[in-house]
Structures are given as structure tokens and as C-alpha cells.
């Protein structure tokens, strides 16, 4: 059974990149039609997904995060990573890595909090 365990900083200075990183086991980030999600919650607010990243590398980005948001990927270490430039106190949420499939069985893992605040 695939895990994914999120990780980094807990607390982002307002204008700085928040910076993320899963570790994933039981399963290769690079096998054929996988595809690796970042998604987070604000306090108070529902879901909102902000990208893929999917087992060939290639990404997709929602709209709303696209001009902010860049996920790459380790292979040697099989992690991919988040980045989200220029943050504000909006930012604030629980960060989580999932896969789509994953989401729509309902399966999530703890998440991380991360706050942006001076």
C-alpha cells in the first residue's frame, strides 16, 4: 500500500516560498499512469487542489495556483516537492500530498500545518 509523508517547514515568513516535500513508499513515483498531488486545506474552507506531478514528470497546475506554484520531482529518492513563491497569510493551511486516486477513496494522511505569519 502506497504512503505519503509530508514534510517541512511549519512556519513561513510572509513574501518567502513555502517549500514542501513527500516522501512517498510502497509504491515508485514513476510507475506508468501514477500521478503525485499536492492539496491543501485553509482554516475554515474546503479542498483545493494545486497541481500534479505524474510519473513521466509532467505537471499540471490549477489556475489559481499556476503563477505561483512549481512541483519537481527526485526520483533517486522517490519524493516530489512543492514550492509556492510570494506567500501571504492566506496561505495558511494543511498541506497534503495525495494521489487521485487516493482523494476519491478517501484516503488521506495527516498533512502539514503551515502558516504564514512575521
Known amino acids: 500500500q502506497v504512503q505519503l509523508q509530508e514534510s517541512g517547514p511549519g512556519l513561513v515568513k510572509p513574501s518567502q516560498t513555502l517549500s514542501l516535500t513527500c516522501t512517498v513508499s510502497g509504491g515508485s513515483i514513476t510507475t506508468t499512469n501514477n500521478a503525485w498531488g499536492w492539496i491543501r486545506q485553509p482554516p475554515g474552507k474546503g479542498l483545493e487542489w494545486m497541481g500534479v506531478?505524474?510519473?513521466?514528470?509532467?505537471?499540471y497546475y490549477s489556475p489559481s495556483f499556476k503563477s505561483r506554484t512549481s512541483i519537481s520531482r527526485d526520483t533517486s529518492k522517490n519524493q516530489y516537492s512543492l514550492q509556492l513563491s510570494s506567500v501571504t497569510p492566506e496561505d495558511t493551511a494543511v498541506y497534503y500530498c495525495?494521489?487521485?486516486?487516493?482523494?476519491?477513496?478517501?484516503?488521506w494522511g495527516q498533512g502539514t500545518q503551515v502558516t504564514v505569519s512575521s
Open positions: 506531478i505524474a510519473y513521466d514528470g509532467s505537471k
Open positions: 495525495n494521489t487521485p486516486r487516493g482523494a476519491i477513496l478517501g484516503s
